[in-house]
C-alpha cells in the first residue's frame, strides 16, 4: 500500500512510519522538517515532504497515489518540544477542529483515499454516555494523574470537537483514540479494541504502548474495520 503519514516523526507518526515499512508498504512521510528527516533517512520506499495541514489545498497535492493517509498532527513537535507542543494546543485549541475540516476538504478531490485521524481519549465514553471531555470534574483527576497542567483541558476538548467535524462527513474517515495512558515502550502486538468507551486492564487502567498503537493504525490501513467510525485500544 501507499501510505502517507503526517507529524512523521511525532511520537506516534515516527512508530506509524516504522511500523508501516516494516510490512512492506510505501510510505509518503509529511513533516516540518522534511528536508532535515530526507538527509538524515537511510531507509528504503519512503518519501519526505512538507504539508500545510491547515491548508485544504496544500494537502489536496500531496494525495495522489494514496490509499490512507493517517494524520498524527499535532501543533509543533511533541517528541522535541513537549511543552512548546502544550502551549500551542491550550492557547488555540481550535486548531484540531480547523485541521479536521481541512483534511475532509482535501479529500473532496480523492474520496477513495482513507483518512484516520489520531485523536486523544478524552472524548472516549468512561461508562455509556459520560465523556471525561465534558466535564471538569471527571477531566481534571485524569489531568492530574498524568502530569499534565489542567489548562490543556482545553486541547482535550479540541480533539473531542474535530471527531465532531469528522462524524458530520460522509468521507472514508475512521479517528482513533488512544488509551488515556501511552507511552513509548514495547511493541506486543497483543492488545484489546473497543469502540467509543475505554478500554481498561484489570487493574481499571486504560493503557498501552506507542508501538502498540501503530500496530493498530497499520492493521487498520491494511484491513479497515472503523470506517465513518471512531476506535480505541487498551491492554
Known amino acids: 500500500m501507499h501510505i502517507g503519514v503526517i507529524g512523521a516523526t511525532g511520537t506516534i507518526g515516527g512508530r506509524v512510519v ?12 509529511f513533516s516540518r522538517d522534511a ?18 495541514v491547515l491548508d485544504p489545498e496544500s494537502i489536496a497535492a500531496a ?17 522535541k518540544d513537549f511543552a512548546d507542543t502544550l502551549r500551542r494546543s491550550v492557547a488555540d485549541p481550535t486548531v484540531y477542529a480547523t485541521a479536521a475540516r481541512a483534511l475532509l476538504k482535501a479529500l473532496e478531490t480523492r474520496p477513495r483515499t482513507r483518512l484516520i485521524v489520531i485523536g486523544g481519549a478524552g472524548s472516549l465514553e ?3 454516555g459520560v465523556v471525561r471531555a465534558d466535564s471538569d470534574e471527571l477531566l481534571n483527576p485524569g489531568l492530574d494523574r498524568l502530569g499534565l497542567p489542567r489548562e490543556y483541558a482545553a486541547a482535550v476538548r479540541g480533539h473531542r470537537d474535530a471527531l465532531t467535524v469528522l462524524r458530520t462527513s460522509n468521507r472514508l474517515w475512521t479517528y482513533f483514540s488512544p488509551a488515556e495512558e501511552i507511552a513509548p515502550g514495547e511493541r506486543t502486538g497483543r492488545f484489546r479494541i ?13 493503557r498501552i504502548s506507542v508501538e502498540d498503537a501503530a ?14 467510525r471512531r476506535f480505541t485500544i487498551g491492554y
Not at 18 to 29: F, I, M, N, P, W
Not at 42 to 51: A, C, G, L, P
Open 18 to 29: 516504522s511500523e508501516a515499512l516494516d510490512r512492506g508498504h510505501h510510505v509518503k512521510a
Open 126 to 128: 468512561v461508562e455509556p
Open 194 to 206: 473497543g469502540g467509543d468507551q475505554v478500554v481498561q486492564d484489570a487493574d481499571g487502567r486504560s
Open 63 to 79: 494525495l495522489p497515489g494514496l490509499d490512507v493517509l493517517i494524520s498524527g498532527f499535532q501543533p509543533g513537535n511533541a517528541a
Open 35 to 52: 528536508g532535515q528527516a530526507q538527509r538524515e533517512e537511510r531507509r528504503e520506499n519512503i518519501t519526505w515532504t512538507s504539508v500545510d
Open 215 to 228: 500496530v493498530a493504525l497499520i492493521d487498520e490501513a491494511e484491513l479497515p474495520r472503523f470506517v465513518q
